[in-house]
């Protein structure tokens, strides 16, 4: 397949050496990238769950791959995006944890990542949605009343739509092209994560103003009030430009719809970073009620019209056959994150987690065992692969696919496995890495844990976080919920794992 596509875009080159510039870029494969906040392995009806309804998602699948064992590299937000979009484990790093919404960039402006790929190839790249990698040059330094740099366009995408960090996190406003959207300036906006603003009401001292979401008990989101929801951090002024969370996935969906209309002319690569189904968990009121879950159950059929509108876009210019659509999650699912949204009562048989253990901040198979469908109609059928696949391969897959160099140091730890990614081949990596509190090796039948000190459970979100001061080892294919510990039983398997892991983290010393 590998040398098919090679091929193919050989001829192309050929071909646009005689003049014919359109033919080139008609035929490269768009690329889009639909990362879900917290959606996990059992949230979506095409991995097995009869508790919810993703059409959109089942008709992507229809056309494409859908993987059982596909991975992000850790389990939570910025680690996860990190590695993705850079190509490096975030945890060669001691700075890319869960980034605060006036962090600096995580991502510096001279890596290389997977858009600066796509855009030195002549590709138009976008980023639409959820950030949370940092804007600026240092935590509080930002400009956020003129031009926040350096930002997205300095890490290769040319066109930005973005939340700063999270739903919960200020500053709760949009940044087009690192400038804040609607922005007053006889209003400026301030933000810190240091001091409240005086004068300015905070959701601990006044319940009474949180009439859309409440925080649950003991889970702080107790700052700043915006749109009758307390959040994480303190903000004052920018009233003009506040987003409504309600609005948010019609936003960013629309953003997204005419960057594809914009650039329906040449090969795009779309980074479409959903909010849904993070906190607070706010559908338009056209999704309220409607999944019988509460507003979690709701969200994530307000993530499945935003896929179907991706889809409804690339139909109406004819770019379905040649888009290739990677539709993933950060990490794995949570119930209750920190608001009182009826997530935990009105769950019944759901399992966000599908048949994994944990969720979450966590390092059983939940935490980063995610959803992971492929689809390009012009080269994938309707497969289930059980390959072992990672998201840190993105990157080494897709510059394969274009015939890219990647400059020597950069994405050190991506590989190709555009041949996995295809359904060609239902194998995938040797082993992946995962990250939570501790880090894993798995070579998808047996994982090691390594022996951690972190908390077993996490009381607030009710996650089993997988830590333990004893080593474990699973076998996955007898044991998918993670409950046996053989490490006593197999130690030359756990030694094995361990020289994995150990050989991977020594390529920081070189
Ligand atoms: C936690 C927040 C949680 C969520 C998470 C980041 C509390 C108690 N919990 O600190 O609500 O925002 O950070 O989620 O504040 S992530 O998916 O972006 O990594
Ligand atoms: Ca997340």
């Known amino acids: 397949m590998k040398k098919t596509i090679a091929l193919s875009l050989g001829t192309t080159l050929l071909v646009s050496c005689g003049g014919n510039e359109k033919k080139q870029t008609e035929q490269r494969p768009n690329v889009i990238v639909i990362l879900a906040d917290d959606i996990g392995y059992g ?30 590299v850790a389990a939570t937000s910025t680690p996860s995006r990190y590695s993705l979009l850079t190509g490096q484990y975030a945890w060669r790093r001691n700075d890319t944890g869960i980034a605060t919404g006036d962090a600096g960039m995580v991502i510096r402006p001279e890596q290389t990542t997977i858009a600066d790929m796509f855009r030195n190839n002549g590709y138009a790249t976008g980023a639409v949605g959820k950030w949370h990698l ?16 350096p930002g997205p366009t300095d890490i290769g995408f040319d066109y930005s739509y973005i939340m700063a960090a999270t739903g919960d996190r200020v500053p709760c406003v ?33 319940p009474e103003m949180l009439y859309v979401q409440k925080p649950s008990l003991n889970h702080g989101h107790n700052q700043a009030i915006v749109n009758g929801i307390s959040r994480i951090g303190y903000m004052k002024g ?9 609005n948010i996935a019609d936003s960013i969906t629309h953003h997204a719809v005419e960057f594809i209309e914009n650039n329906h002319d040449k090969p795009f690569f779309l980074y479409f970073a959903t909010n849904d189904i993070h906190v607070p968990r706010v559908p338009h009121p056209r999704f309220a009620g409607k999944s019988g879950m509460g507003p979690r ?9 935003s896929v179907g509108q ?96 990647i400059p020597e140091g950069a994405a050190p730890d991506t590989r190709n496995q555009l041949d996995a990614l295809l359904g060609k081949d239902l194998k995938g990596r ?81």
């Open 430 to 510: 040797d082993y992946i890495v995962e990250q939570a509190g501790s880090l894993s090796v798995s070579n998808g039948t047996w994982k090691y844990i390594t022996p951690g000190k972190g908390a077993a459970y996490n009381r607030l979100t009710n996650t089993e976080l997988g830590n333990n001061p004893e080593p474990q080892l699973y076998n996955l294919k007898e044991d998918i919920g993670e409950k046996n510990n053989l490490a006593a039983q197999y130690p030359e398997k756990v030694e094995e794992l361990k020289a994995i892991l150990e050989k991977e983290r020594s390529i920081l010393k070189r």
């Open 134 to 149: 940092g804007l600026g040059d240092k935590a509080g330094t930002q400009n956020w009343n003129g031009f926040i740099t």
């Open 238 to 246: 920018g009233k003009q430009a506040l987003w409504v969370d309600e």
């Open 310 to 405: 991706i889809m409804e876009a690339l139909e109406k210019h004819g770019l379905t056959e040649n888009t290739l659509i990677i539709l993933t999650s950060d990490n794995g699912p949570v119930v209750d994150d920190g608001y009182q949204d009826q997530a935990v009562e009105l769950l019944g048989d759901h399992r966000p987690w599908g048949p994994f253990r944990g969720g979450k901040y966590s390092i059983f198979e939940a935490g980063t065992r995610i959803p992971f469908v492929v689809s390009w109609p012009a080269e994938t059928k309707q497969t289930v692969s059980s390959a072992l696949v990672s998201q840190i391969d993105l990157f080494g897959s897709l510059a394969n696919l274009l015939g890219a160099d």
């Open 43 to 72: 949230d979506l009806s095409c991995n097995g769950e009869p508790t919810i309804h993703t059409p959109n998602v089942e008709k992507l699948a229809s056309r494409g791959v859908r993987f059982t064992d596909a991975h992000a």
């Open 297 to 305: 159950g709701d969200a994530i059929l307000e993530f499945d019209w």
């Open 174 to 206: 949009y940044v087009e092209n690192q400038r804040i959207v609607n922005l007053d300036p006889n209003d400026p906006i301030e933000v810190s994560y240091k001091e409240p603003f005086p004068g300015e009401p905070l959701g601990k001292d006044h």
